[in-house]
RNA sequence: GCGCCUGUAGCUCAGCUGGAUAGAGCAUCGGACUUCGAAUCCGACGGUCGCCCGUUCGAAUCGGGCCGGGCGCACCA
């Protein structure tokens, strides 16, 4: 330890300090993260979509962040409450029964089943709008509701039940953990919201104000400066969100033992979250050391910067999202990874899609709005899920092929040679996983988890380049192997707690030898290669790439040789007689001697390709 | 009008409970593959941290004031 002018000192640690530590953190289960000193019984208010409305890109935000602080919460050690608060209550559900009573039950519940939640939902509103007739049938409707009409109750729940059923689909296909038991929609409360009112009334803790009884939390001015409400009870006798907010705080707390309350909603919520809030602690409903947090987040944008809105201007729906992404993750397992069957590619590319979707979601603050750009989310550059992704995969086979040479990890030593440096700035990075889940649990921001395995990666990428592993001996290698097993452990571990897979194999890999195409030669082409006539592998054309091609093969590059998608192709080259392991695109083009591209493609699909 | 959020490189973002020369990725340019996965790595270029005051030994970070963007502000949830 040393000082190092005012307020700095530098401290070493020990080499055999920092192994004997990464030994700790591998041997363990939990790796290097510590339980919370005082666990707590969380409730997490997470996802709550709509019945017989279209889940879209707005929920997104909710049920990915929500779900990742779930699965983190927990691994700290907590008892969390998932809460799916479900709207499933209030007057439109009036229009809504009424609109499935004139369609019909069993064409609405296949309407509904394949998830054309979107048109029911407009299409009972636009009834609404337009017939009188029916806008007053639906209000009756919404009192006999209210009043327990059994045939309305049925028919209330077949719109909750289907909805539940298309909301768990989509859970299923984000690798959400929300089940059907946590669900507590707003009809959970309704039975509560009379009692509740009475009961404020009856304190006086709540004033009727123009005719509604509201309450006047301290702190909050309307335009006017005026103390803002909070409506307990319109002035019509019926009740707002803020009643069943208030109702759910009580339920939370009492019922539920919970002593933090999550409460994952947007941004612009946070005024009535907040009167909520002081209004329940004011009457003692929220009192210590019970609390209760908004895990606030931004809007999504489209790459204009606006709001993301599909071209004709609709929401997106989040299902359409989702199958994007695993359709664009698709076509690249599907040219890479040929070697799978359909349904590995298929988990392969679920778990590349979605995992991009979901990580853009949560790596950067969640507070700021963000921009939702496929292109960025999917690339395996950069802070996306497929970079990290990529890095597992790439541990596993590590471990794979050490299997096979008999190699195995053992005592994690104190790094020396050329890549200690790295070595041990992977290894000091590995400790840090604990104090960041930490960090996560307090500040309730998943990003700072991203950030962290990101650089992880990137720690791991250095050593890696650094350090030789299968080609070291002994007792260095099976080091490096632990050292290794960690890095996978954590990253594998830290993916998990943000909800997303970390897949073991995620290409196919062909040894291909020249030697074995007599009278071809390879060209060395830089990185820039194309696979003329192989489907789905294309290159982008760049003044750079046309360079490049012209410098190494001394001709200029036939017309469209590059085109404009397709992202991941990379290059491999050799001369004749040698061998280099690529992927399946990885294609050279020949020189003169060969004649046609269509042939090159062909050879090289078929005939030089083994697999390894 | 009041309140909340936000403004960091051309683009997308970290860093914000004060600490050393403000970091990544993309883009641009230049390097590194006859296989431990190049879907990678290394380097270069690129920034008045919106602006101005203040607190401090020290400010992107804390406080105040402006400017720009977004969102809320009583019976819709």
């Not at 029911?120 to 609404?128: E, N």
């Not at 597992?392 to 790094?415: M, N, Q, V, Y």
Request: charged share 25%; hydrophobic share 45%.
């Amino acid at each position: 330890m040393e000082l190092a002018g005012p307020g700095f000192f530098n401290l070493w640690l020990r080499a055999d300090w920092l192994a004997g530590a990464a030994a700790r953190a591998l041997s363990s289960e939990r790796l290097a993260v510590e339980p919370a000193a005082a666990p707590e019984r969380v409730v997490i208010d997470y996802s709550s979509p709509n019945v017989a409305k279209e889940m879209h890109v707005g929920h997104l935000r909710s049920t990915v962040i929500g779900d990742a602080l779930a699965r983190t919460l927990e691994h700290r050690g907590h008892t969390v409450v998932r809460q799916n608060h479900v709207g499933d209550w209030g007057t439109p559900f009036g229009m809504l029964i009424e609109h499935l009573v004139d369609v019909g039950e069993a064409t609405a519940t296949e309407e509904l089943g394949v998830g054309e939640l979107g048109a029911f939902y407009k299409a009972a509103r636009q009834k609404f709008d337009a017939d009188e007739g029916f806008a007053a049938r639906s209000r009756r409707r919404v009192v006999s509701l209210q009043g327990g009409d059994a045939e309305t109750r049925r028919l209330w729940r077949v719109l909750v039940d289907v909805s539940a059923r298309y909301f768990e689909a989509i859970y299923a296909r984000l690798g959400v953990t929300l089940q059907r038991d946590d669900v507590a929609g707003e009809s959970l409360y309704d039975p509560r919201l009379t009692p509740l009112a009475a009961e404020l009334r009856a304190s006086g803790a709540a004033i009727v104000t123009e005719g509604a009884l509201c309450l006047f939390p301290q702190g909050f001015a309307g335009k006017d400066g005026a103390p803002l409400p909070l409506i307990v009870q319109k002035s019509d006798g019926g009740f707002g969100y803020a009643t069943t907010d208030l109702a759910a705080i009580r339920y939370r707390v009492d019922e539920l033992g919970a002593t933090r309350l999550l409460y994952v909603v947007g941004a612009p919520q946070a005024q009535h979250l907040a009167m909520v809030f002081e209004a329940a602690r004011e009457l003692g409903w929220l009192r210590p050391p019970a609390r209760a947090a908004h895990v606030a987040f931004g809007s999504v944008l489209g790459t204009d910067k606006r709001m993301f809105k599909t071209r004709s201007g609709d929401t997106v729906r989040l299902v359409d999202l989702i199958d994007e992404a695993e359709a664009r993750a698709r076509a690249v397992v599907d040219d890479k990874a040929r070697d799978l069957s359909p349904e590995e590619r298929a988990a392969v590319a679920r778990a590349i899609g979605v995992g991009a979707i979901k990580y853009a979601d949560l790596s950067s603050d969640r507070v700021k709005d963000y921009v939702f750009d496929l292109d960025r989310m999917l690339s395996f550059d950069g802070n996306t899920a497929p970079y990290l992704q990529y890095a597992h995969a790439r541990l596993c086979s590590i471990f794979r092929k050490a299997e096979a040479e008999g190699a195995a990890a053992g005592a994690i030593a104190p790094a020396s040679g050329e890549g200690a440096a790295k070595e041990r700035a992977l290894l000091l990075h590995l400790l840090g996983f604990g104090a960041v889940v930490a960090a996560v649990d307090e500040t309730l921001e998943p990003h700072r988890l991203c950030t962290y395995l990101y650089e992880l990666a990137g720690a791991f990428m250095g050593f890696y380049e650094a350090c030789p592993v299968l080609k070291a001996e002994g007792d260095v290698r099976a080091s490096r192997l632990a050292v290794c097993a960690l890095t996978r452990r954590t990253l594998r571990q830290g993916l998990s707690l943000l909800g997303i897979e970390a897949p073991e194999r995620m290409l196919y890999l062909f040894r291909i030898t020249a030697g074995q195409a007599a009278g071809f030669t390879w060209v060395f082409t830089h990185s820039m290669i194309v696979a003329s006539g192989v489907p789905g592998v294309k290159m982008p054309e760049t003044p750079a790439s046309r360079r490049r091609w012209k410098s190494s093969s001394g001709m200029m590059p036939p017309p469209n040789t590059f085109t404009s998608s397709a992202p991941f192709a990379r290059s491999a080259s050799t001369t004749a007689g040698k061998s280099v392991l690529c992927a399946p695109d990885m294609i050279e083009r020949p020189t003169a001697s060969t004649s046609s591209w269509t042939a090159a493609a062909a050879i090289i699909s078929g005939v030089w390709c083994s697999p390894v």
